[in-house]
């Protein structure tokens, strides 16, 4: 027997809960609803300088508002949790110590002004900056040694040689060359862990089967599909969501309509036109049908439909199909 579908939203609690996060939670939540599956909210908090308890509340909020439910989350529990990734870092430590146990990361003891000066030379040579490799061939009994004796270190994953594939359910088949891969630092000398160690680690205990997200994570996948490999558990299946763009296909503004959802809430638009309106960035029910409830969506909507080009956030159309909603609400509603 197969085991249940269960997808997440991981936003991190740095801000105002944007159109680019509600879009992809709503796919996420739809793709879990459509298929029987299980929703997680999880809050990826370890930026530590950043997070805030008001932009954890406002994302929560801004969720409820569109009425997208968790079946585990931060406040409502489960048996994967903890939910907040900064209450699990215990976790974190123990498979950085067995990655670097079984050979598949490594101390690196490079200052920052050494790799200031590595970078330097390479742009100076035309050369793509990255991590020379200087520590990884260290003897671990040696990294052991000066590490007890207080040197400050980083932990590097050991790239291996070769490529790196994998089948995205909108991208169809992708790969890496591994050589194009930076030995990319999962544990900074400060002891805190970096987005791609930590992401991957809580997606494989939280047993994650899909993960549906925004085309910029694309260049991260290969990183975490390795690191999935060397802890010895599968991957999930990926699904790169494409890009919210405004006018002239450039990254979304306020001027074409990129502002915080909880802007376009608190101006009144109604919830049900900024759903629908979501729905249909990178997705379409039939080519013809723009007035649609999600329910409906819940029904047709399939991963293999989504485009694989940017979306174009039309905020004329959205402000047409707002006016489509509130001509059919009463006086008092309106009021």
């Avoid at 970078?119 to 900056?129: K, L, S």
Wanted: charged letters at 30%.
């Amino acid at each position: 027997m197969s085991s249940p579908l269960r997808v997440r939203i991981a936003p991190s609690p740095t801000g105002a809960i944007h159109l680019g996060l509600a879009r992809t939670a709503l796919f996420n939540w739809a793709y879990a609803r459509g298929r029987k599956g299980q929703f997680v909210l999880r809050l990826e908090d370890t930026d530590r300088a950043r997070s805030t308890r008001e932009s954890e509340t406002a994302i929560i909020e801004g969720l409820r508002w569109l009425g997208l439910d968790w079946d585990e989350g931060p406040e409502l529990g489960g048996d994967y949790g903890p939910y907040r990734q900064s209450e699990r870092i215990d976790r974190h430590r123990e498979l950085m110590g067995s990655l670097m146990d079984t050979g598949h990361a490594y101390a690196c003891f490079c200052t920052s002004e050494r790799l200031s000066e590595v970078r330097e030379r390479q742009q100076a040579a035309n050369e793509t900056p990255r991590y020379d490799r200087c520590c990884r061939e260290i003897p671990i009994e040696e990294a052991q040694v000066r590490a007890a004796s207080g040197e400050a270190f980083a932990v590097r994953f050991k790239v291996p040689t070769g490529q790196t594939g994998f089948q995205d359910l909108v991208r169809k088949e992708v790969v890496f060359e591994n050589g194009e891969i930076d030995d990319w630092v999962m544990v900074r000398q400060s002891g805190d862990p970096t987005y791609n160690f930590v992401v991957a680690c809580d997606d494989a205990d939280m047993e994650i089967t899909h993960v549906l997200r925004g085309e910029e994570h694309l260049v991260n996948t290969p990183k975490q599909v390795l690191l999935y490999a060397a802890l010895g558990v599968s991957a999930p299946v990926f699904a790169h969501l494409p890009l919210l763009l405004g006018k002239g296909r450039k990254k979304l503004s306020k001027r074409d309509g990129g502002v915080s959802l909880s802007d376009y809430r608190d101006q009144g638009y109604p919830r049900e036109a900024i759903l629908n309106f979501l729905c249909m960035q990178g997705w379409a029910l039939d080519g013809e049908t723009d007035v649609f409830d999600l329910a409906t969506f819940v029904e047709h909507f399939d991963l293999e439909d989504v485009s694989r080009g940017g979306a174009i956030f039309d905020f004329d159309k959205f402000l047409w199909l707002a006016g489509e909603y509130l001509h059919k609400e009463t006086d008092e509603v309106l009021a």
